[in-house]
């Protein structure tokens, strides 16, 4: 399996620093790196977005937990520090030199997509559905093409996101259904 793993990473690991693919997927890390959810800070501030935003920051707490955990238990190598004339694009930003299975990129932003679809399954169309899991693959594919992860990292990564943010998703739909009805049995008695 390591072999199919390796020749895999090769074909899609970039080798030009200054490409115009190489700064793309620096910026596509970025925006999976998590700091972009703090843009998500504001919308705690309003008593109508506060209850999605906490689900969604629990949705992505939990996942970097067990990430981590994972990461942790099974030590694997990152590929720019384990495999011969492969080096990490990342310039002027220092790569990560932390665990390399599974990929925390491709796990929160596989969880955050899958969770935002699962949650909301009649508000998003499916231009919005197939855009969220296209830049979640795209997180995932960049985090190859930058030399820091195996596509087994992000593969692995990509579907405990998927599990837990359709978990989370359908757990909180339900929630919020229980909590409207008895909310409306609650105005319809008095």
């Known amino acids: ?26 910026l596509l890390t970025a925006v999976g790196s998590g700091f972009t959810t703090l ?20 949705v992505v707490l939990v996942v970097a937990v067990v990430v981590f955990a994972v990461k942790a238990g099974v030590g694997r190598t990152r590929p720019y520090l384990s495999l011969p004339h ?12 932390d665990h390399s299975f599974p990929s925390g990129h491709a796990a929160g932003s596989f969880s955050t997509a899958t969770f935002l679809v699962f949650r909301f399954p009649g508000q998003l169309g499916v231009r919005s559905r197939v855009g969220l899991f296209a830049l979640a693959t795209a997180i995932g594919l960049s985090r ?26 359908v757990g909180f739909r339900r929630r919020a259904a229980r909590l409207a009805e008895a909310s409306h049995e609650t105005r319809s008695s008095l």
């Not at 492969?86 to 030199?97: D, S, W």
């Open 1 to 26: 399996m390591f072999g199919i793993d390796e020749a895999i990473f090769r074909a899609l690991h970039g080798e030009n620093p200054q490409s115009l693919l190489t700064y793309l997927s620096l």
């Open 39 to 58: 843009v998500a800070i504001p919308l705690l501030l309003r008593a109508r977005t506060r209850p999605f935003i906490a689900e969604l920051v629990l």
């Open 86 to 97: 492969v080096h990490a694009l990342y310039m002027m930003f220092q790569p990560p030199t």
């Open 144 to 169: 190859i093409y930058l030399g820091v992860h195996y596509p087994s990292d992000v593969a692995s990564g990509a579907l405990l996101g998927f599990a837990f943010g359709a978990a989370f998703g």
